[in-house]
């Protein structure tokens, strides 16, 4: 069984940065690709970023440029650095591993840009 939990929320100004972490307990991560969603109030989840196995990244078009999703397998950790942070960026921000029938998540974490 595979745990996740995100930290690194919060309130940050508008052109603000933030980091976001996701520490995995159980399993070995190596071989499974990890991702970062985001949900905003009365919005479906979205993708935000994702990472294969091998390191591959892909990200939102909202996104690209500003946020930069990395990983370390000897630390079983997950990062999401955001920057140039927008108000539209406001969300409840999870951590998710998946690959062939395994799909975990995280609780999440608020993150609200604001003035």
């Known amino acids: 069984q595979v745990q996740l939990v995100e930290s690194g929320g919060g309130l940050v100004q508008p052109g603000g940065s933030l980091r976001l972490s996701c520490a995995a307990s159980?399993?070995?991560?190596?071989?499974?690709?990890m991702a970062w969603y985001r949900q905003a109030p009365g919005k479906q989840r979205e993708l935000v970023a994702n990472?294969?196995?091998?390191?591959?990244?892909n990200y939102a078009d909202s996104v690209k440029g500003r946020f930069t999703i990395s990983r370390d397998n000897a630390k079983k950790m997950l990062f999401l650095q955001m920057n140039s942070l927008k108000p539209e960026d406001t969300a409840v921000y999870y951590c998710?591993?998946?690959?062939?029938?395994?799909?975990?998540w995280g609780q999440g974490t608020q993150v609200t840009v604001s003035s």
């Open positions: 159980g399993g070995t991560l190596n071989i499974y690709n």
């Open positions: 998710n591993l998946y690959g062939g029938f395994l799909n975990y």
């Open positions: 990472i294969g196995s091998g390191g591959t990244t």
